[in-house]
């Protein structure tokens, strides 16, 4: 990760909704506070920029915190239950699969439980109609899918050009 020149600056992860700082290692937004500022106060300001904070002494010897690599933007994370999930990491854990072409996520919450919904193109027409390699898709993106969002997720293939219908 980065190192943070803890000196110069104090730096905050904290949950997106409530603003409460989250547990050391779990993603949130990064909050700087400028500490050498003379002229213009920057104070707990927020990045919008999901993040990892890490206090654990590292390996190169330096005692102040690292940031993981940026995990996305406050705005683009979908909060599933407690994780908060990044519309590219869906693309990327479906992105080697030649049978599916552009995607739709979508997020309800009917009464205070999230269900993730993806609609996907085919990138063949004959899958619609075959039910055995049909299914097996439905199979094979719930098992990319289901780690990764911490729920079983509803799928719906489309025939190519489903989508913009």
């Known amino acids: ?68 690599a940026i995990l996305g933007r406050a705005s683009d994370a979908l909060k599933l239950g407690e994780r908060l999930v990044f519309p590219r990491q869906v693309e990327k854990a479906l992105s080697s699969l030649p049978e599916i072409g552009p995607i ?3 997020v309800e919450r009917p009464r205070s439980l ?15 109609d075959n039910h055995d390699l049909y299914q097996s898709l439905v199979c094979r993106i719930t098992e990319r899918l289901e780690p990764l969002l911490g729920l079983q997720p509803r799928i719906e ?5 489903g989508l913009s219908e």
């Open 1 to 68: 990760g980065w190192h943070v020149w803890a000196d110069g600056f104090l730096i905050e992860c904290i949950d997106t909704a409530s603003g409460d700082w989250v547990p050391e290692g779990s993603p949130g937004e990064m909050v700087i506070t400028w500490l050498g500022s003379e002229g213009a106060a920057l104070i707990r300001y927020r990045t919008g920029l999901l993040v990892i904070l890490d206090w654990a002494p590292c390996e190169c010897g330096r005692t102040h915190p690292r940031l993981s």
């Open 104 to 106: 739709l996520m979508r």
């Open 114 to 128: 999230a269900r993730f919904i993806l609609r996907a193109e085919l990138a063949d027409s004959s899958m619609v």
């Open 157 to 161: 293939l489309l025939p190519p050009g």
